[in-house]
């Protein structure tokens, strides 16, 4: 199926499937671990150790070994039981029943117990198979990473078992990129859509018909009766008691700034600004700009490098634009939030291209592109280039890129404004179907009694996710500034004059 398939075809030296049960990724792994070991060196071979939670899961999984084997290597191979001599850290040793295969190669296919101690000094690729059900998962991976200097593999497959189980843990950390594992989401519903329920009319020597697919899928879902959690946790790979809120407010408030260190600028336009003719429109942006922003801006670090995240919306919710330093000790500290509400959208287009222009080292943005806002992403991007990312905020990137903030909020590489508004917002942030997210009906009411939708939270994770990436850094230096010495106020005040070509109409 194409999700097996994909699974063989990522090459890394470490990678993790994070599945529904029986979505087929063991069986496909002893498909590929077949192959490496009756390679020859030359090849790529290389000796497999299977380290499964139970014994009886080590003999399916070398049952499966030899039956490849046979009808793809061509080898007739004998499993033997055989006594490991499991060699502990204080130097014990206790003789353990495991199964191998050898193979004509020289390599062989070995399954043994959970221990960390067993493979210790061996090499080659670990497989370890229902990872989240081991004793102790932690002191496997650690006992297996010696295995990767000599060009070994780690491949971690498992359903889950808890939001707070250690391969949920190494799954957070890998989407947060604090770990270089490769995670392959392979939930049941992926599998029957990519062909499970065929593969198992064929094997069964039944008719597939759609109506036949939906009925099995729904008794099998059925038959967990008002076990939902469970069924989410086993089928959809969703961990239990993942809902709820991803922060508690003493990690926000842990990671927020001295009171007043960050200026927050709010604008809040009547309903009528929007038909106000264009040249008072814009003359009253500038003045907001220059009075509320430009002081702003010229206090920020010209060394440091600077990123944005901006959340979108046009009426009901905030606008949020956050700028945040990245420090040279990685910590990416917010150095000014701008909150406009009913502004129209080119004088929202004014005020972001006021600020952006602005940061100094800007080296990168990151845009809510959904709904209406994709046209002020889309300007933004023409305006600025490869520096700017426009993003759909879907279940998708939710999956992928929250983890990474909300690991920040443990380890203190984020700093944000003590507000709270900005508090409340964080509060906001839910595990919703094991998506971390704000729940589409949340709403508060901010300090000047205005709907919030936890747009600061958005705001700040869009800005997060751009200081991760590998963005180009560019900057300028008119001819006006140097002909004049380089002098920054002589380089601000030719841009008001609107003597950059690149702006001409804008706010300059």
Partial sequence: MRHQAEWLEDKSDLKIAEKGRRTGITFAEALDDTLIAAAARSAGGDNVFYIGDTKDKGREFIGY???????????????EEFLFEDQRADGTTQHI???????????????????????????????????????????????VNALLIWGGKIRVISTHNGVLNPFNELIREARAGKVPFKVHFIPFSKAVENGLFQR???????????????EWEAKIRGSYGTRQDKMRQELDAIPAEAEGAALTRVQIEACMAKPGAVPIVRWACTDDFKNAPEHIRKADTLDFCNAKLRPVLAT???????????????????????????????????????????????????VLFFVVDRIPRMAGGALDATGNGAYLAEKASQQYGPSIIEVSLSQA????????????????????????????????????GGVIKIPDNHS????????????SAVAGALAFF?????????????????????????????????LDPVHQGGLY
């Fill in 397 to 432: 990137w939710y999956k992928a890129e929250m983890p990474a903030y909300i690991e920040a909020f443990s380890d203190g590489t984020i700093e944000l404004a003590r507000d709270d508004d900005i508090l409340r917002d964080h509060q906001a942030l839910q595990y919703v």
């Fill in 444 to 455: 508060t009411k901010g300090a000047d009694g205005f709907d919030r939708h936890g747009d």
């Fill in 300 to 350: 920020l670090n010209p060394l440091r490098q600077h990123v944005f995240g901006e959340d979108f919306a046009r009426k009901g919710d905030l606008t949020v634009i956050k700028v945040f330093e990245v420090g040279p000790d990685l910590v990416r500290r917010c150095k000014l939030v701008v909150e406009l509400r009913n502004v129209p959208f080119d004088q929202q287009r004014d």
């Fill in 65 to 79: 070994v030899a039956h490849f084997a046979k009808t793809v290597a061509d080898e007739l191979a004998a499993i």
């Fill in 97 to 143: 029943s495991a199964f191998r295969i050898r193979f004509a190669s020289g390599f062989r296919v070995e399954a043994l117990s959970s221990r960390p101690e067993n493979i210790r000094g061996l090499q080659g690729v670990v497989v370890i198979d229902e990872a989240a059900f081991h004793q102790d998962v932690r002191g496997v991976l650690d006992a």
């Fill in 200 to 214: 198992v009319c064929m094997i069964k020597g039944i008719e597939w018909t759609p109506e036949t697919e939906a």
């Fill in 466 to 498: 751009v200081s991760r990436q590998d963005l180009p850094e560019f900057g300028y230096t008119p001819a006006s500034a140097l002909e004049n010495g380089g002098d920054d106020d002589d380089f601000d005040e030719s841009r008001s004059r609107g």
